[in-house]
């Protein structure tokens, strides 16, 4: 049980420390194929932003409600328009953002595994996830 519990822990990895809201811009992925944002120039990482209509605030809170939901998400960081988070699978730990683009009614998001090369798709299967519990509007929720 106990190299069980190692095994756990040491695939978790260490917390970034390069991640937040720079200024409107998420951390550039790397150029390892576990990592997906919204603001990625190629098209290996890219994926779209969460859309939304109507009172981005509304929007921003709804998306939190439905990370709250989950049962594999822990908010970390909370910020007027960011969210950071833990996104768990059995072994290891991504780790994703949100941010609020209040000028093109969307969220960035970002989301990148701590630990090795390849995720096999999880980051992006995920937060395409999220993208299907996110209501775009308020009248959807």
């Known amino acids: 049980m106990t190299l069980g519990l ?3 822990f040491g695939c978790a990895g260490e917390r970034p420390a390069n991640l937040g809201d720079r200024g409107g811009m998420l951390t550039a992925c790397p150029s390892s194929p576990n990592c997906i944002s919204s603001q990625a120039d190629d098209e290996k990482h890219r994926i779209a932003p969460l859309a939304f209509g109507g009172d981005p ?3 921003f809170a709804r998306l939190k409600q439905v990370l709250g939901k989950r049962g594999d998400t822990v908010i970390i960081d909370e ?3 960011y969210l ?4 768990r699978t059995l072994l290891f730990v991504d780790d994703a953002e949100f941010l609020l683009d209040r000028s093109r009614n969307v969220i960035q998001v970002r ?3 701590r630990l ?3 995720d096999l798709g999880k980051n992006r299967s995920r937060m395409e996830e999220i993208r299907s ?3 775009p509007s308020e009248g959807n929720q």
Do not use: K, N
């Open 133 to 135: 519990q996110f209501p």
């Open 6 to 8: 190692l095994g756990l």
């Open 57 to 59: 605030d509304r929007a």
């Open 84 to 87: 950071r988070a833990e996104l």
């Open 79 to 81: 910020q007027i328009g």
């Open 116 to 118: 090795g090369y390849s």
């Open 111 to 113: 989301s990148a595994s």
